[in-house]
């Protein structure tokens, strides 16, 4: 996924992911764990209905999002899905992440390998092991943060920049907000933004974010 930066729509319905298209996101991602019914068919009915790439997302509720079930029967559901996706997006902290990693071989989807910090920003350092781990394991090193002052948005740039590979960051919460239009600036590959209503804290609409990152020459 080559520079300018992508948008991404987070989507829980087939409905959704037109309307991203339709206002211009670059890549849906398929909050499979946010959305209703049978997953395979949704993603499948997506894939079938929407030109855009693809990120399944099956979030478990130990990195914030609503999947109750086991990492092994995740790794059943990535497998079935994986045909349809240019990417997968799996934790770096689950207990079988290689195992969810393997569920995308002999498909053409690639593993986003994602960390949430939902207490607070790391140190540089720390944050930059994270990338380093999740680089290890995936084509692309998701490391999402929550600021508690405008020192912790600035360090995560900072990182963002320092680190110059296949990296997408963010500072979530309101507070982080504006890094969700300001780390493409600083090298960040994907940036995450929302069609009817947010899915994660601080998103900014699809077609916002679009506007932005033209104002700011990347696009």
Do not use: W
């Not at 996101?25 to 209905?49: F, H, N, S």
């Not at 140190?123 to 692309?140: S, V």
């Not at 920049?161 to 960040?188: D, Q």
């Amino acid at each position: 996924m080559d520079f300018p930066p992508k948008v991404v729509a987070s989507v829980t319905t087939k409905d959704d992911a037109k309307e991203a298209a339709a206002l211009g996101a670059d890549v849906v991602e398929v909050r499979v764990d946010l959305a209703k019914g049978d997953p395979q068919a949704l993603v499948e009915g997506i894939y079938r209905t929407v030109d855009r790439p693809l990120i399944v997302t099956i979030r478990p509720e130990y990195e914030g999002g609503r999947y109750a079930g086991s990492d092994r029967e995740r790794a059943r559901l990535f497998k079935e899905m994986a045909p349809y996706a240019g990417y997968i997006d799996v934790e770096l902290r689950a207990k079988n992440v290689e195992e969810l990693i393997a569920a995308a071989q002999g498909t053409e989807a690639m593993p986003i390998v994602s960390y949430h910090d939902f207490e607070g920003t790391p140190p540089n350092a720390e944050m930059l092991a994270i990338i380093d781990r999740c680089l290890d394991r995936g084509a692309i090193g998701k490391l999402a943060v929550t600021p508690h002052d405008m020192t912790d948005v600035l360090r995560l740039l900072e990182v963002t920049l320092v680190s110059r590979r296949p990296v997408c960051t963010i500072a979530m919460g309101s507070l982080g907000a504006h890094s969700r239009l300001i780390a493409p600036v600083y090298g960040s590959l994907l940036t995450y933004g929302y069609v009817r209503h947010p899915v994660a804290p601080g998103q900014i609409r699809v077609d916002r974010l679009l506007e932005g990152l033209k104002i700011l020459g990347l696009r």
